[in-house]
């Protein structure tokens, strides 16, 4: 079956990250005895916090509202996705690469924004996998940043993308092409899966 791009579902997915992780099947998804043991607390307080924001029935509430603007952003995002990015998140899923060495889904990702009107910063933060891409043709006004993930879990049976890593790269560029008329930044964060706490940091620090 086609995937689509949906508002609800992304909106969902942004409100709560974690919303995968509420389905038992989760925990099955973790492929060692170690990781299974290891995920068991954070499945746990991914559920609680599921349950306390109910990120579903929010995301359904936004995303009812008549609202012509999102509607035609949401159109513009979902015809890119189907038409150039959704090819591209399954060229990265069938190249998985773990973090620091993602030189071939960075190549893929900076040269799409190259070519949509992006300027684009390697090596950002002592990182050579790391990028921010900026958009040259925004007007005055807020500054959208949107976060682009890209490598694979390493150590496991298999290199493999985990938490769907080789498409939110993709998605994050449909978002950063359509966003309202403003200025959009994206930051790509190497090894997001493998230093979740060195990289975003570093990214984060920079001024735009």
Known sequence: ?????????????????????????HALAQETPTQRAAAADVVKRQ?????????????????????????????????????????????ITRHPEIGFKETRSVTLLADWLTAHDFTVEHGVAGLSTAFVARFNKGTPGPNLGIIVEYDA??????????????????????????SPPSRATSWATSAAMASACLTPSGVRSLSV
């Open 1 to 25: 079956m086609p995937r689509r791009l949906q508002i609800a579902p992304l909106l969902t997915a942004l409100l709560c990250g974690a919303a995968r992780a509420v389905s038992p099947s």
């Open 47 to 91: 559920r609680d916090l599921q349950a306390r924001i109910d990120a579903g029935a929010l995301a359904r509430r936004l995303t009812g509202a008549p609202n012509a603007r999102r509607d035609a952003v949401v159109a513009r995002a979902r015809a890119l996705w189907e038409g150039e990015l959704q090819a591209m998140s399954d060229d």
């Open 153 to 178: 879990l390493r150590g496991t049976v298999r290199d493999y993308h985990g938490d769907q890593h080789s498409s939110q790269g993709p998605i994050g560029l449909a978002v950063s092409r359509h």
